[in-house]
């Protein structure tokens, strides 16, 4: 009885080793870095796919993909970058590993379900590469559009299985987190001590859990059509591809907040450190991020303004796209109100961080003449739409990631990376991103359509600088992602804390122990107080010596 209880009580790093001590771990640690190379591998695959999509687009006619895998090519990207990337990046990666160090425990509150949501996140990429080699991947796009997904010929139903497999492991990664900041906060930290960052994933899980069951039914029944013909969406049948729509975006919208509220913890908790200032307004942005999380899932259907909605519904979606702005303004004022008179410290990610607020206000702001009805008529469908997008969700989620990952990788492998080539790196991914995704702003004001295989001859220029724009943000995403993977042949020289943060986890070693904490950590009032890190490390003592 005793070896029994030995067994289960003894974590499973310390009971075997190798792979096996990998792949039953309950340490949320380990699984945050199981997620990050997973998700790395699928994240520089959908680059690859992004280029091949460009390169295309480069030039009228067939470049070097046919129409039909042009499709395909399309819908791989849109899946792998969406639900394999930008939903669970942040949260399942930064979210695992810092959570319960942030709010002072040893681990989450399910770590069985979070191991579990970990597997079923390989299981559903898994089978979304599987349909490409059965039957031919979908070309449908990521939105997996009715009637065309329920009568083409492709292998829909697989990449659509894969897509709900996905959403049981982002449901299961949002209860745990809820359950964890409820129940495992150490002694003494009230809910206004929270750091800025769990506090957007506590709001981000509720969102998770409570939207995303929306969309994985609507993904059953769309293979349930395919397979039993029962005629929901499909209208030489009698039912309703607008329902589809609906549905699809009372979940899809509600997900763009999904994959922008971590990322604006990883702000929230990275320009402070560096102006050595307290956030402003910390009050005023847990309201916001909570405000995001509810006024966000209302505003679905200004997807839908061409789809025959009443003036009436248009006005109302409308005025809740305006709504939402707001607390995303919010946020934004608080970061520059933070940076105004502080003792900066320029570092890779604070640099990201400032590439991030500006690409994210330009995609925020542009977002509001798709918000706005009449507007929205003229671009509706446009590369407008897709530079929109991208600004929002790469221009802000994909910087906060690389923000992230150069902020707490000291911590999470005790390893301090080269600065110059982390700038060069940042530079060019800036740099290509804007080359890249402005033309399109005008390509679609001009009228040009996304989605297309091809175009006609008056987009051609604008494609072709585009196209090199992409080749720069390919080479930046390498050159950064390189750049860490060189910090491994370095001794770990990172300390405990080489930026002076004042959060929870700069106050274990650099990597943290199994148990998070060698010594018990002292629970500081929000926002933390940066005198004493001012003095520590002051403009005469730059923060990458004392890292280096």
């Given at each position: 009885?005793?070896?029994v209880?030995?067994?289960?009580?003894?974590p499973a790093?310390?009971?075997?080793?190798?792979?096996?001590?990998?792949?039953?771990?309950?340490?949320?640690?380990?699984?945050?870095?199981?997620?990050?190379?997973?998700?790395?591998?699928?994240?520089?695959?959908?680059?690859?796919?992004?280029?091949?999509?460009?390169?295309?687009?480069?030039?009228?006619?067939?470049?070097?993909?046919?129409?039909?895998?042009?499709?395909s090519?399309?819908?791989?990207?849109?899946?792998i970058?969406?639900?394999?990337?930008?939903?669970p990046?942040?949260?399942?990666?930064?979210?695992?590993?810092?959570?319960?160090?942030?709010?002072?425990?040893?681990?989450?509150?399910?770590p069985?379900?979070?191991?579990?949501?970990w597997?079923?996140?390989?299981?559903?990429?898994?089978?979304?590469?599987?349909?490409?080699?059965?039957?031919?991947?979908?070309?449908?796009?990521?939105?997996?559009?009715?009637?065309?997904?329920?009568?083409?010929?492709t292998?829909?139903?697989?990449?659509?299985?894969?897509?709900?497999?996905?959403?049981?492991?982002?449901?299961?990664?949002?209860?745990?987190?809820?359950?964890?900041?409820?129940?495992?906060?150490?002694?003494?930290?009230?809910?206004?001590?929270?750091?800025?960052?769990?506090?957007?994933?506590?709001?981000?899980?509720?969102?998770?859990?409570?939207?995303?069951?929306?969309?994985?039914?609507?993904?059953?029944?769309?293979?349930?059509?395919?397979?039993?013909?029962?005629?929901?969406?499909?209208?030489?049948?009698?039912?309703?591809?607008?329902?589809?729509?609906?549905?699809?975006?009372?979940?899809?919208?509600?997900?763009?907040?999904?994959?922008?509220l971590?990322?604006?913890?990883?702000?929230s908790?990275?320009i402070?450190?560096f102006?050595?200032?307290?956030?402003?307004?910390?009050?005023?942005?847990?309201?916001?991020?909570?405000?995001?999380?509810?006024?966000?899932?209302?505003?679905?259907?200004?997807?839908?303004?061409t789809?025959?909605?009443?003036?009436?519904?248009?006005?109302?979606?409308?005025?809740?796209?305006?709504?939402?702005?707001?607390?995303?303004?919010?946020?934004?004022?608080?970061?520059?109100?933070?940076?105004?008179?502080?003792s900066?410290?320029?570092?890779?990610?604070?640099?990201?961080?400032?590439?991030?607020?500006?690409?994210?206000?330009?995609?925020?702001?542009?977002?509001?003449?798709?918000?706005?009805?009449?507007?929205?008529?003229?671009?509706?469908?446009?590369?407008?739409?897709?530079?929109?997008?991208?600004f929002?969700?790469?221009?802000?989620?994909?910087?906060?990631?690389?923000?992230?990952?150069?902020?707490?990788?000291?911590?999470?492998?005790?390893?301090?990376?080269?600065?110059?080539?982390?700038?060069?790196?940042?530079?060019?991914?800036?740099?290509?991103?804007?080359?890249?995704?402005?033309?399109?702003?005008?390509?679609?004001?001009?009228?040009?359509?996304?989605?297309?295989?091809?175009?006609?001859?008056?987009?051609?220029?604008l494609?072709?600088?585009?196209?090199?724009?992409?080749?720069?943000?390919?080479?930046?995403?390498?050159?950064?992602?390189?750049?860490?993977?060189?910090?491994?042949?370095?001794?770990?020289?990172?300390?405990?804390?080489?930026?002076?943060?004042?959060?929870?986890?700069?106050?274990?070693?650099?990597?943290?122990?199994?148990?998070?904490?060698?010594a018990?950590?002292?629970?500081?009032?929000?926002?933390?107080?940066?005198?004493?890190?001012?003095?520590?490390?002051?403009?005469?003592?730059?923060?990458?010596?004392?890292?280096?």
């Amino acid at each position: 009885m005793e070896t029994v209880k030995s067994f289960f009580e003894t974590p499973a790093p310390a009971r075997y080793k190798g792979i096996l001590s990998w792949l039953i771990t309950t340490d949320h640690k380990r699984i945050g870095l199981m997620y990050l190379y997973a998700i790395l591998f699928w994240f520089l695959l959908g680059i690859l796919l992004g280029g091949l999509i460009r390169f295309e687009l480069m030039f009228p006619g067939e470049t070097v993909l046919t129409a039909d895998v042009y499709n395909s090519v399309f819908t791989l990207h849109g899946v792998i970058m969406i639900f394999l990337f930008i939903i669970p990046a942040i949260p399942s990666i930064f979210g695992n590993f810092f959570l319960p160090i942030q709010i002072g425990t040893d681990d989450v509150f399910f770590p069985r379900l979070n191991l579990l949501s970990w597997y079923l996140y390989m299981i559903g990429g898994f089978i979304a590469i599987v349909s490409l080699f059965s039957d031919g991947f979908p070309d449908t796009g990521w939105t997996f559009y009715v009637p065309f997904s329920v009568s083409t010929h492709t292998n829909v139903s697989s990449a659509v299985f894969a897509a709900f497999i996905l959403g049981m492991a982002s449901m299961l990664t949002g209860l745990n987190f809820i359950t964890t900041v409820h129940r495992m906060r150490k002694p003494g930290m009230g809910w206004l001590q929270i750091p800025l960052f769990t506090w957007t994933l506590y709001a981000t899980s509720w969102v998770q859990l409570l939207a995303t069951p929306v969309v994985s039914i609507t993904l059953l029944l769309i293979i349930i059509e395919r397979y039993l013909g029962v005629g929901l969406f499909d209208p030489a049948k009698g039912g309703d591809p607008i329902l589809y729509q609906h549905l699809f975006w009372m979940y899809s919208h509600p997900a763009v907040y999904i994959m922008i509220l971590p990322a604006m913890g990883v702000i929230s908790e990275i320009i402070p450190v560096f102006s050595r200032k307290s956030i402003f307004g910390y009050k005023a942005i847990v309201a916001s991020s909570m405000g995001i999380a509810v006024a966000g899932s209302l505003v679905w259907a200004h997807h839908m303004y061409t789809s025959g909605m009443s003036d009436t519904a248009i006005f109302v979606f409308s005025l809740l796209t305006f709504v939402v702005a707001i607390p995303s303004a919010i946020k934004v004022f608080s970061w520059v109100s933070t940076l105004y008179k502080g003792s900066i410290q320029m570092t890779p990610p604070l640099f990201l961080s400032l590439c991030f607020i500006y690409l994210f206000s330009v995609g925020g702001l542009t977002g509001l003449v798709l918000g706005a009805a009449g507007t929205n008529i003229h671009v509706h469908d446009t590369h407008f739409v897709v530079s929109h997008f991208h600004f929002v969700m790469f221009g802000g989620t994909g910087f906060a990631f690389f923000a992230a990952l150069y902020y707490w990788w000291p911590k999470m492998f005790g390893r301090m990376y080269d600065f110059k080539n982390a700038y060069i790196g940042a530079i060019l991914l800036t740099g290509g991103f804007i080359f890249h995704y402005v033309p399109m702003f005008i390509l679609g004001l001009q009228g040009m359509p996304r989605r297309y295989y091809d175009y006609l001859p008056q987009y051609e220029n604008l494609n072709f600088f585009a196209g090199f724009g992409a080749a720069f943000i390919v080479a930046g995403i390498f050159l950064m992602v390189i750049n860490l993977v060189l910090s491994f042949k370095r001794p770990r020289d990172a300390a405990s804390d080489p930026w002076g943060g004042t959060t929870l986890e700069w106050q274990t070693p650099s990597p943290p122990p199994l148990h998070n904490f060698a010594a018990e950590p002292e629970v500081l009032d929000y926002p933390y107080d940066f005198t004493g890190v001012v003095k520590r490390y002051s403009k005469e003592e730059p923060i990458h010596e004392k890292g280096e």
